[in-house]
Structures are given as structure tokens and as C-alpha cells.
């Protein structure tokens, strides 16, 4: 099994349209791709490039600050980069001893959003899984780790509760480990029963992790054993499943309107799947790109309208019209996979981050006038 932490797909051959549509993005690059600079990645449909960041590494995740202010970027070697949204400026550099020794993979990111009332020190507070098996709570504006959690595994995904109280931490193992956010103590562990006549947990590494945002304790995940998996974090075993997603990466949300579960699964075919989260059955099957198929390793509900996906094959990003179901924006011909995507949704059309190889690709998806 091919995963973003062990392997990057190979680059494919250029294309006659890459070819005709280089000057789009090509120039944005720096010269270090080399050869690959002769094709370069370009934009179709309604997306518009903002800016192209470069990285000192291989990019491995990426997650916009509730204010849409800053975008943190967790690199292969363990390394978090943490730029400004709209300058596209780098302000912060967050590693440590543990980091540094270690260089092994950023997993995923999550912030702490600031609330009103709060201690000054629970302020601008960045919360990162490394396949190291640290958990780390850094202060990012200052640099300094707070806290240093180590799960003796790899860890994979975290989710933040709505209210942000605690998180939830999955990885190589079935275990789901939930954390108070005040005393980074483990509250429980959540994790398959024992029974043979159910499947009340996962069998296999999870990849994903998602809250409900109107259920302060419910929670989803999904990974290699072909589930998403409901949990109730007061309880010990998972007290609800779907069948089917493949998930090898972050590629699960909810949709907090109309309360459907999006799946991205990194496999050949139905690899986009929107689900009914009360009902947990499946709603439809969104169809892959007539031209540029993609295996998914992340997908996303990009406002109340459309969907972002990317993932490897036809290394791509691309935007989906979530009534007709038609592509309407793509990023397309990347020298390696997409692993990671985010958006701000604080801008109407938000922002969009791509992560790609060493770059960040800025996107915004905006309608065309009709001509």
C-alpha cells in the first residue's frame, strides 16, 4: 500500500495541453524542477492563482488559522512553516530538539481557535501529530513548544472538538486517544471491542478524523480497513459505521448545512463519495474528470456550492460544482501527488491551499463572467 508517508508517485509525462498552457504557472516555479519546468503545472476552469510558496521540504499538510490570517504548512522533515495569508510573507519556523532529531513527517495540523475569556496564554496556540508519534502543543508567534505528548506509535490525524475543549488522536494502531486541551492529559481511549460478531472500531491505520460541528462529541473516522467509523467520545467502541471509503489520508468532512459526510478514497474507481450523516447511507457517487482521473488522498466541502479534491495517478487538484456534479476548476499536470488541501473559509470565494511536492499553491475558484 502506497502511502504519503512512505512513497511519491512518479512524475507523468507532459501533455500537449501542459505544453500549450505552461506560461500559466510554469513561470512561478523556481528552477529547481529542472526538466520538469518544460511542462509545469497550469490552471483550467474558474481557478485563479494567488501566489506559489516554496518550501524547504516535502510538503505533508497544511491547515488555515481560524481567522484565515495565517496558513501553517507541515513539512516531511518535521518542520511547521507558518506564512501570512495575505502577504504570503513566512513569519514562523516551529521545530524543536524532538523535531530535529527525529525529521520525521508533520501529519496534521490543527489550531486552537481563541475564545473569548481566554487566558492570554491559550492564545495563538497550534496543536501537531508527527509519524515521530509526538503530539506537540506549540505557542507559534514565540516559537516555543508548550506540551509534548508521545503515543508510542505513528500518529496520523487529530480533530478538534467544536467547543475546544480536547482533541481526538488516531494512527497506526485502532486506538482513538482523547486529550483535555487545558491539562494534555489522555481522557480515555476509544477502540474496537473484543467481540467477533461486530465491527466496532477500526481493524486497520486511520488516516482521518473528522467532528460533527453540531455534535460536541461526536466524531468520524476513516483509514485502510474500508470504513468511516461513528464515535460518541463518552463511549469505548465505535457505535456506528459506513462501508466502503478507503482513506489514506485527510480526506473526510461534514458539511454542517446539510449535515453530509464527504469521502475521498484513493483507489480507481467511486473514489468521491457523499454521504448522509443521520442515515449513514450513501447519497451519490461523484464521478471522475472525463480527462484527468485522480486516486484521492484529500477532499473537502469548499463552501456551500462545490467540492475540492487531489490526489495522485493524474497528479491534480480539482473543484467540483456540487449540484451538477461537473469539474469547474483544475491544477493539473503536477511533477507529484496533491497530499494536502485547505481552505480559509473566511472569504467569499475562500482561499485555497494546495500542497504539492515543495510548493503551496494559493487558488481562489472564481466564476467567470459569461462571455
Excluded at 497544511?62 to 504570503?88: E, M, Q, W
Excluded at 481563541?114 to 496564554?121: A, I, N, R
Excluded at 467532528?211 to 474500508?226: A, K, L, Q
Excluded at 469548499?302 to 469539474?327: E, F, P, Q, W
Aim: aromatic residues 8%; neutral net charge.
Amino acid at each position: 500500500m502506497t502511502t504519503a508517508l512512505t512513497m511519491f508517485p512518479t512524475p507523468r509525462p507532459a501533455s500537449a495541453a501542459s505544453e500549450r498552457s505552461q506560461k500559466t504557472i510554469a513561470s512561478d516555479y523556481s528552477n529547481d524542477f529542472g526538466s520538469q519546468k518544460k511542462t509545469g503545472p497550469y490552471l483550467e476552469g474558474n481557478l485563479k492563482l494567488l501566489e506559489t510558496l516554496e518550501c524547504p521540504a516535502d510538503i505533508m499538510c497544511c491547515r488555515f488559522s481560524p481567522s484565515g490570517n495565517h496558513l501553517a504548512v507541515g513539512l516531511c522533515d518535521g518542520t511547521i512553516k507558518i506564512y501570512d495569508a495575505n502577504s504570503y510573507h513566512i513569519l514562523y519556523s516551529l521545530s524543536d530538539e524532538d523535531t530535529t532529531a527525529n525529521r520525521l513527517p508533520v501529519t496534521q495540523i490543527r489550531f486552537r481557535p481563541h475564545k473569548l475569556g481566554d487566558k492570554p496564554e491559550y492564545g495563538n496556540i497550534l496543536i501537531a501529530s508527527y509519524a515521530s508519534g509526538n503530539i506537540k502543543f506549540w505557542h507559534y508567534t514565540s516559537g516555543k513548544c508548550l506540551n509534548t505528548v508521545n503515543e508510542k506509535r505513528q500518529t496520523l490525524a487529530l480533530a478538534l472538538n467544536p467547543d475546544g475543549s480536547h482533541i481526538v488522536s488516531a494512527g497506526a494502531d485502532p486506538a482513538m486517544h482523547i486529550y483535555d486541551l487545558e491539562t494534555k492529559q489522555c481522557k480515555r481511549t476509544l477502540e474496537p471491542s473484543d467481540s467477533r460478531d461486530k465491527m466496532d472500531g477500526h481493524r486497520f491505520r486511520v488516516f482521518a478524523l473528522q467532528y460533527n460541528p453540531n455534535h460536541p462529541n461526536i466524531f468520524i473516522s476513516g483509514g485502510w480497513d474500508d470504513t468511516v467509523q461513528y464515535w460518541d467520545d463518552r463511549q469505548a467502541h465505535a457505535i456506528r459505521r459506513l462501508n466502503g471509503p478507503h482513506i489514506c489520508g485527510d480526506a473526510l468532512d461534514i458539511d454542517p448545512v446539510h449535515n453530509h459526510i464527504l469521502t475521498g478514497s484513493w483507489r480507481k474507481h467511486r473514489v468521491l463519495q457523499i454521504w448522509d450523516f443521520a442515515m449513514g447511507v450513501k447519497i451519490k457517487d461523484v464521478p471522475q474528470d472525463a480527462l484527468n482521473s485522480s486516486q484521492l488522498y484529500c477532499a473537502q466541502w469548499l463552501g456551500k456550492d462545490s467540492i475540492i479534491c487531489g490526489g495522485t495517478d493524474h497528479n491534480m487538484a480539482r473543484v467540483i460544482d456540487r449540484g451538477t456534479l461537473n469539474t469547474t476548476g483544475q491544477l493539473v499536470d503536477l511533477p507529484q501527488g496533491v497530499y494536502c488541501i485547505d481552505n480559509d473559509r473566511q472569504n467569499i470565494p475562500p482561499k485555497i491551499a494546495i500542497g504539492t511536492n515543495r510548493h503551496i499553491f494559493l487558488v481562489r475558484n472564481e466564476k467567470k463572467p459569461p462571455s
